[in-house]
């Protein structure tokens, strides 16, 4: 493997991650939408209490805050 090649799969690992992060964000959001639009609560607690209760795989959890930030 190049030198070259090994930096773009890094990089890409990276949006990867990321992407993946942000869809499950999304489907939290979707799968509450209910409760959102009820009044009961808001994106931003939606996505705070998602954040608590997500699967974070180790190593990871910069690419989750990257999203949550988003």
């Not at 939408?33 to 998602?50: F, M």
């Not at 209760?53 to 190593?59: D, I, L, M, P, R």
């Amino acid at each position: 493997m190049q030198k070259e090649d090994l930096k773009w799969l890094l990089v890409m690992k990276k949006e990867y991650i990321r992407c993946y992060y942000l869809h499950l964000a999304i489907d939290n959001i979707y799968e509450n939408k209910g409760r959102n639009k009820g009044g009961k609560e808001t994106i931003d607690n939606c996505i705070n209490s998602w954040e608590k209760t997500c699967a974070v795989v180790e190593g990871t959890e910069p690419y989750l805050k990257d999203v949550l930030e988003f």
